[in-house]
């Protein structure tokens, strides 16, 4: 079954981190990629640019509105994600607590929808 694993963080989070922790870091989430591609429990992911990019779109009445920013304030953010294949959710949920900012921040696991083709 097919888990997306959401990572919210604070945003502040890395400016503020020192150049060696955010190295390491980087380097972290590098080896859980390839760790996770390795056991082929991956099957996509991305880091996304700030909140502060992004566009919200909304439709009503027949009237598209777009807004920018994000839908809500909240303290953390939508930063990135992966995309994993797991056997059941129990399986998915240890591999999200190896997401490096699950220590900082959270990440939540869903599971996808998968319809036959």
């Known amino acids: 079954m097919k888990y997306l694993c959401l990572i919210y963080e604070d945003e502040a989070f890395w400016p503020a981190l020192a150049p060696d922790a955010a190295g390491k870091m980087m380097a972290d989430y590098g080896a859980l990629t390839q760790d996770l591609k390795r056991s082929g429990h991956y099957v996509g992911g ?46 998915a949920l240890a591999i999200g607590a190896r997401i490096p900012s699950a220590g900082h921040g959270a990440i939540e696991v869903r599971p996808i929808v998968e319809r036959p083709a």
């Open 46 to 91: 991305a880091q996304l640019q700030p909140s502060t990019t992004a566009t919200t779109v909304r439709v009503r009445n027949g009237k598209t509105l777009s807004t920018d920013g994000p839908f809500i304030e909240t303290k953390e953010q939508l930063s990135g994600y992966y995309l994993i294949e797991a056997g059941d959710l129990n399986e």
